[in-house]
């Protein structure tokens, strides 16, 4: 509806150009709007006002030359000018009605479009460290940046989906270390495991499977192991150590493993926890509905050279600076609240030397748009990321950056721990098994992002009209089960062509889900440009609740053929967008329930 009051309104301007009746340099993009109040028209524009100035006319005298010059159109009733040069556009009963064959042809395209013009856009999420099973919050951030990305995708852009390994620096390390430990514990090794080592199960599990698979073969003396290295922080319960450092400690034992096992077997042990929790994670999102196009490691970073050509460019163009043995980024010059170290004084470079070259790396691959969606705890990453790519004279307008808080899990009113496992976080595949992938599809997307979340477990479960996913999946269960009735009453389901027999939707019922089917378009859009799925959501439950008010006032399988006809034209439009509405978000539309 607004495109085609859109296109009414261009053409009007194109007259009055071509007519020497109005004179611009430059022409305004036209806002189309839908009214609040039904008595003021169906969509409203302020299209005079914002000519007003640059055409020197008065804007209601403007507002009247287009209405003046407005073609012909079965669409609309009548058009009105209000208040200062507001044009408000009144549309026929036909023009509502008209939007049920539209629907039907259309079919699973209905609300798609090529608005985006098939701009390339790269969307990166989740993006969690290998070191670990995806958690809830994760969970938030792939249901988030996977719903942007289909919408972006529903509207034209044409979206590459990444997700980037961190397969590289101290955290693999600590990984590897890790499953070192309890792999020589399995060997019979008595040792104290570090306070700073991963310590889920998942950490005995792929140690378990280096013993099965190799035995003896990795095993070392504990006392080897442990031979003059820092003190480790206190364990809980273990007395105060004002010399205990964690940090040192951790660094020592990865140095002892690297040292004591050599090159090769360290290698497999990284490679065995790197591979076996990637493989996890690839087989928790592909059930959780999340693809992508490209799994982009940051190890590859190096091994190419970009994090040192990235570096070199920097310094060349007088960007960096050395400190205390360290390299340094002037990030303060373009805006940051501190310098950022690139290179460590013991050699080795930074996490955030990497994130600069693979932004940069997106940007010289051709993106006209980057999107990373991170968690709401990296907030203060995006000065120096930005200050970065500025620094290398590229366009910061080109990364959004868009921030997912994290999810609390409630049950019974009280805060949930589901883990089995490791008793310290909820893994998404816990939470999938509890409550289904498409209740947490789509209860992860019912508020901004950047919202605190408060998953109500109970409800996402429960079989009611407060369950806002069974609510709106009911609706299209019930117009499946009415086509079903139809069958077992040997009524006639084959619809009539066009628009035959729609002018007998009369009821206000009719009217009211007619209109909120003529949004459905407008609400993708929107949801696509701003990266608001919520908006898609609340939309689907206007229309579910438009559908059983409607179902609940008025019998479909009315013996007045003509109306029958109709009214199964009019839900089984309902149920098309509902279907595809919901496939959006990546849940299910069931027939029965």
């Keep these: 509806m607004k495109h085609d009051i859109t296109a009414l309104l261009t053409a009007a301007l194109d007259q009055l150009l071509a007519a020497g009746q109005l004179t611009l340099t430059m022409r305004p993009d036209i806002h189309i709007e839908r009214t609040k109040d039904t008595a003021h028209g169906d969509f409203a524009t302020n299209l ?293 170290v690139m290179v460590r004084d013991n050699g080795q470079s930074t996490y955030f030397a990497s994130d600069i070259a693979y932004h940069f790396d997106k940007l010289e691959r051709g993106f006209d748009r980057v999107i990373d969606i991170w968690g709401a705890d990296h907030h203060g990453y995006i000065p120096r990321v930005k200050a970065a790519l500025q620094a290398l004279g590229e366009d910061v307008n080109r990364l959004d950056v868009l921030l997912v808080q994290f999810a609390i899990l409630y049950r019974g009113g009280e805060k949930a721990q589901m883990s089995t496992r490791s008793g310290e976080f909820v893994t998404l595949r816990e939470l999938r098994q509890e409550v289904g992938r498409d209740a947490a599809r789509f209860f992860y997307v019912m508020r901004r992002c950047e919202q605190h979340m408060d998953f109500d477990l109970d409800l996402a479960k429960s079989e009611s009209s407060d369950n806002p996913v069974y609510y709106v999946q009911y609706a299209h269960a019930r117009i499946c089960a009415v086509l079903r009735q139809a069958a077992e009453r040997g009524l006639s389901v084959e619809l009539s062509a066009g628009a035959d027999n729609l002018e007998r939707l009369s009821e206000a019922h009719e009217q009211a889900l007619l209109r909120t089917l003529s949004r459905y378009p407008e609400t993708v859009e929107q949801a696509a440009l701003k990266a608001e799925p919520h908006q898609l959501t609340h939309y689907l439950r206007e229309l579910a609740n438009d559908l059983h008010t409607y179902y609940n006032a008025h019998p479909f399988l009315v013996e007045d053929s003509a109306l029958r006809d109709a009214r199964l034209k009019l839900i089984l439009a309902t149920r098309q967008v509902l279907r595809n509405g919901l496939g959006l978000i990546g849940v299910s539309a069931p027939e029965s329930m």
């Design 48 to 340: 005079a006002l914002l000519l007003a100035k640059p055409a020197r006319a008065k804007p209601r005298e403007l507002a009247q030359q287009l209405v003046d010059a407005l073609p012909a159109s079965p669409l609309i009733a009548r058009v009105e000018i209000a208040g200062p040069g507001f044009i408000n556009f009144f549309l026929a009963d036909d023009a509502y009605r008209s939007l049920v064959p539209r629907i039907l042809d259309a079919g699973p395209d209905y609300g798609r479009s090529q608005l985006g013009a098939g701009q390339r856009v790269q969307v990166e999420f989740v993006s969690a460290n290998p070191t670990g099973p995806l958690h809830v919050g994760h969970g938030r951030g792939a249901a988030y940046g996977a719903v942007v990305a289909d919408l972006l995708a529903a509207v034209g852009f044409t979206v590459h989906r990444e997700y980037y390994v961190n397969d590289a620096g101290r955290q693999m390390d600590i990984l590897a270390t890790s499953v070192w430990l309890r792999y020589l514990e399995l060997c019979g090794e008595p040792l104290r495991f570090p306070s700073n080592g991963y310590k889920g199960d998942y950490v005995w599990d792929i140690a378990a499977t280096l013993h099965r698979e190799h035995g003896d073969a990795y095993q070392v003396e504990s006392e080897q192991v442990f031979a003059n290295l820092p003190a480790d922080a206190p364990l809980d319960g273990e007395p105060p150590d004002p010399v205990g450092d964690k940090e040192a400690h951790i660094d020592g034992l990865i140095a002892a493993a690297k040292r004591l096992l050599g090159d090769n077997r360290y290698r497999y042990v990284f490679e065995l926890g790197l591979n076996t929790i990637l493989d996890d994670i690839r087989a928790d999102l592909a059930q959780f509905g999340v693809t992508y196009q490209e799994w982009y490691s940051e190890r590859s970073l190096t091994e190419s050279g970009a994090v040192n050509r990235a570096i070199e460019r920097l310094r060349a163009l007088g960007h960096v600076y050395e400190h205390n043995g360290a390299l340094w980024f002037r990030s303060t010059a373009f805006g940051d609240e501190k310098d950022r």
